[in-house]
């Protein structure tokens, strides 16, 4: 069953979408947070310069007498509710103004304190709907000033912003997926050239180029894979010539090779071992048992135990045939072994001549030897004594004397003739 995959133009694509995506959503909600950050310090702003004209208008009131009359001036003008308290922290005018209670002011009391500490206090609600700033007052019968604005805000602002933020963040996933989708398409289709040029090696066409295009990262792994081609194809071709010449060399050898796997499998058999065997030798096909005294496929498989060395047996399959196998076994961290089969009947043959060659001459040599041994014993038993008997019995040495150098002139002739040293003469003999 082919393995579930998922092409890299896609998930790069939806990476590419995905990315995108959180990048505008980080953007547009650092976008959101900076204006609202800028609205509320804007509205602020304007709410601490209202406060701070109100307050020089109403330390001048203070100074002149009119506080009253000033303040509902000033907080009609200013649109501002206005409470001023005393160093103490008390209220020193109406805790209602501009239709605002004190005690409904956010904030109010610690607004008071800030300003009586002579510090500034601002702080803005309701999206700078409403903002509160409390200033220190430098006067007798003042110590504060608490300002209550209401502004139109920046609400309506942030929600068309927030409005139009989703269709700018969908936007931008559909055109960081679409552009994530083109580039994965040009990188994989690339990525897809080496892939067929590897697949073209496995089936053993190294004649397939790769053409870089562009030299970056992907093309520069284009050019180390296509020079691995090239040098891959050298080396085929090498050790494709090598193995043609070792395949012709085994074709002129009279010994039977035949190299195996772990598996008793043929990796290769020449013509001689086909003969010898007198089985088809195919590659791929297991080791047959040709022989039925010898267990060819036993004695392979010994060659591939540990600490196996080089066996030589001889076998005689039939009448008069005689082999000698040898086994080479597979070296360390090698898969193959080798069988070497030799066909010894001719030399069998002439081991044999050469033994009856041998037991007869001894007997020839026997036959003079004994005749002399046995007249010169008689010879000494008192027939050399009577001449007749004398003569008789040297006649006889004589003649096996004579009868022993022939032979021994023969076996030199013979000896040197095998060895070249004697030219060989033929000469017509008649048997009848």
Same mark, same amino acid.
């Given at each position: 069953?082919?393995?579930?995959?998922?092409?890299?133009?896609?998930?790069?694509?939806?990476?590419?979408?995905?990315?995108?995506?959180?990048?505008?959503?980080?953007?547009?909600?650092?976008?959101?947070?900076?204006?609202?950050?800028?609205?509320?310090?804007?509205?602020?702003?304007?709410? *601490?310069?209202?406060?701070?004209?109100?307050?020089?208008?109403?330390?001048?009131?203070?100074?002149?007498?009119?506080?009253?009359?000033?303040?509902?001036?000033?907080?009609?003008?200013?649109?501002?509710?206005?409470?001023?308290?005393?160093?103490?922290?008390?209220?020193?005018?109406?805790?209602?103004?501009?239709?605002?209670?004190?005690?409904?002011?956010?904030?109010?009391?610690?607004?008071?304190?800030?300003?009586?500490?002579?510090?500034?206090?601002?702080?803005?609600?309701?999206?700078?709907?409403?903002?509160?700033?409390?200033?220190?007052?430098?006067?007798?019968?003042?110590?504060?000033?608490?300002?209550?604005?209401?502004?139109?805000?920046?609400?309506?602002?942030?929600?068309?912003?927030?409005?139009?933020?989703?269709p700018?963040?969908?936007?931008?996933?559909?055109?960081?997926g679409?552009?994530?989708?083109?580039?994965a398409?040009?990188?994989?289709?690339?990525?897809?050239?080496?892939?067929?040029?590897?697949?073209?090696?496995?089936s053993?066409?190294?004649?397939?180029?790769?053409?870089?295009?562009?030299?970056?990262?992907?093309?520069?792994?284009?050019?180390?894979?296509?020079?691995?081609?090239?040098?891959?194809?050298?080396?085929?071709?090498?050790?494709?010539?090598?193995?043609?010449r070792?395949?012709?060399?085994?074709?002129?050898?009279?010994?039977?090779?035949?190299?195996?796997?772990?598996?008793?499998?043929?990796?290769?058999?020449?013509?001689?071992?086909?003969?010898?065997?007198?089985?088809?030798?195919?590659?791929?096909?297991?080791?047959?048992?040709?022989?039925?005294?010898?267990?060819?496929?036993?004695?392979?498989?010994?060659?591939?135990?540990?600490?196996?060395?080089?066996?030589?047996?001889?076998?005689?399959?039939?009448?008069?045939?005689?082999?000698?196998?040898?086994?080479?076994?597979?070296?360390?961290?090698?898969?193959?072994?080798?069988?070497?089969?030799?066909?010894?009947?001719?030399?069998?043959?002439?081991?044999?001549?050469?033994?009856?060659?041998?037991?007869?001459?001894?007997?020839e040599?026997r036959?003079?030897?004994?005749?002399?041994?046995?007249?010169?014993?008689?010879?000494?038993?008192?027939?050399?004594?009577?001449?007749?008997?004398?003569?008789?019995?040297?006649?006889?040495?004589?003649?096996?004397?004579?009868?022993?150098?022939?032979?021994?002139?023969?076996?030199?002739?013979?000896?040197?003739?095998?060895t070249?040293?004697?030219?060989?003469?033929?000469?017509? *003999?008649?048997?009848?």
């Amino acid at each position: 069953m082919r393995p579930w995959s998922l092409s890299m133009r896609w998930w790069l694509g939806l990476a590419f979408a995905v990315v995108a995506a959180i990048t505008a959503v980080l953007v547009a909600e650092g976008l959101t947070d900076r204006s609202e950050a800028a609205f509320r310090k804007d509205a602020e702003k304007r709410a *601490v310069a209202n406060s701070s004209a109100a307050e020089r208008a109403l330390r001048t009131a203070i100074v002149r007498g009119n506080l009253e009359e000033t303040l509902e001036s000033v907080s009609e003008r200013r649109r501002l509710a206005l409470f001023l308290f005393d160093s103490r922290g008390r209220p020193v005018t109406p805790a209602r103004d501009a239709q605002t209670e004190l005690d409904s002011i956010p904030g109010a009391q610690a607004a008071v304190r800030a300003a009586l500490d002579g510090r500034r206090y601002v702080e803005s609600y309701d999206q700078g709907g409403v903002t509160v700033v409390a200033l220190p007052i430098a006067s007798d019968a003042t110590a504060a000033i608490l300002t209550y604005s209401l502004q139109p805000g920046y609400g309506s602002t942030m929600t068309m912003i927030r409005e139009q933020t989703l269709p700018a963040v969908t936007l931008a996933v559909g055109l960081g997926g679409l552009a994530g989708l083109l580039i994965a398409t040009l990188v994989t289709r690339r990525l897809r050239r080496i892939g067929k040029a590897a697949r073209a090696i496995e089936s053993g066409d190294f004649g397939h180029r790769l053409d870089p295009r562009f030299h970056d990262e992907v093309g520069s792994l284009a050019v180390m894979f296509d020079r691995m081609r090239v040098k891959l194809q050298e080396s085929f071709e090498r050790l494709r010539s090598e193995r043609l010449r070792l395949r012709r060399t085994l074709e002129r050898l009279d010994q039977g090779v035949v190299t195996l796997d772990r598996e008793l499998r043929i990796e290769g058999a020449n013509d001689a071992a086909e003969r010898l065997l007198v089985q088809p030798l195919k590659d791929g096909n297991p080791l047959p048992e040709p022989w039925l005294d010898f267990p060819l496929r036993a004695f392979a498989r010994e060659l591939f135990a540990e600490g196996a060395k080089v066996k030589r047996v001889r076998v005689s399959p039939r009448e008069g045939t005689h082999y000698t196998v040898s086994g080479i076994p597979a070296g360390n961290g090698s898969p193959t072994a080798v069988l070497v089969v030799t066909d010894v009947s001719e030399l069998e043959r002439r081991e044999q001549i050469e033994r009856e060659f041998v037991a007869n001459a001894a007997h020839e040599l026997r036959t003079p030897v004994a005749a002399i041994s046995s007249a010169v014993e008689v010879l000494e038993a008192g027939a050399k004594d009577r001449l007749p008997e004398r003569d008789h019995f040297l006649a006889i040495i004589d003649r096996q004397s004579r009868r022993l150098a022939r032979l021994s002139r023969s076996l030199l002739v013979l000896a040197r003739a095998q060895t070249g040293e004697e030219v060989v003469q033929t000469v017509a *003999v008649d048997l009848c």
